[in-house]
Antibody
């Protein structure tokens, strides 16, 4: 079992950056494939990228490359997602989700973090 | 990496069966047996219903089943119940540690 707890809601200005955290507890998180999935209001799920903390090399969706940085801090069992050059279209609920591997389904989800981009 | 294609909506009466399709390419759905289906109720996180095309996690009713043919995966919900009304999303492994989701299907129980 893995329990994922995300940081709180954020309101950001266009052009700024946001960093969302996802703290894992339970089974050793370092071997899980932890991903970030976002959902704009009334829209579908979008996979942004993920990494296995013990290996440390993230993979990103094509659309995310260049603006998204996913990292991990093993000492605190926390995964981070930083999104830069924010625009209104980035307003969404951001979930972290854990799977046994990149091929495995997401068994565990965080509660979601709402990021609102508004001037 | 384009989103997988799902119908925006599907519906059925209680007790009936409904099938939702999910069409991708040979680089994702057609290339791997790693298709999952998630159910999402309003305001809730997605819940895994089917993985590896046709496997059900513990606790998911056997009314939910999955299949795949070439580049199209399908989720069938038999014996529709009111609580099945939700959004459903497919996802597929797409190689090189990449994943892709479908656009989602809103299932209405009439």
């Amino acid at each position: 079992q893995v329990h994922l707890v995300q940081s709180g809601a954020e309101v950001k200005k266009p052009g700024s950056s946001v960093k969302v955290s996802c703290k894992a507890s339970g089974r050793t998180f370092s071997s899980y494939f932890i991903s970030w999935v976002r959902q704009a209001p009334g829209q579908g799920l979008e996979w942004m990228g993920g990494l296995i903390p013990m290996f440390g090399s993230p993979t990103y969706a094509q659309k995310s490359q260049g603006r998204v940085t996913i990292s991990a801090d093993g000492s605190t069992s926390t995964i981070y997602m930083e999104l830069s050059s924010l625009r209104s279209g980035d307003t969404a609920l951001y979930y972290c989700a854990a799977a046994d591997s990149s091929r495995a389904p997401f068994d565990y989800w965080g509660q979601g973090t709402l990021v609102t981009v508004s001037s | 990496q384009s989103a997988l294609t799902q119908p925006p909506s599907a519906s059925g009466s209680p007790g009936q069966s409904v099938t939702i399709s999910c069409t991708g390419t040979s680089s994702d759905v057609g290339g791997y047996n790693y298709v999952s289906w998630y159910q999402q109720h309003p305001g809730k996180a997605p819940k895994l219903m089917i993985y590896e095309v046709n496997k059900r996690p513990s606790g998911v009713p056997d009314r939910f089943s999955g299949s795949k043919s070439a580049n199209t995966a399908s989720l069938t919900v038999s014996g529709l119940q009111a609580e099945d009304e939700a959004d459903y999303y497919c996802s597929s492994y797409a190689g090189s540690d990449n994943l892709v989701f479908g656009g989602g299907t809103k299932l209405t129980v009439l």
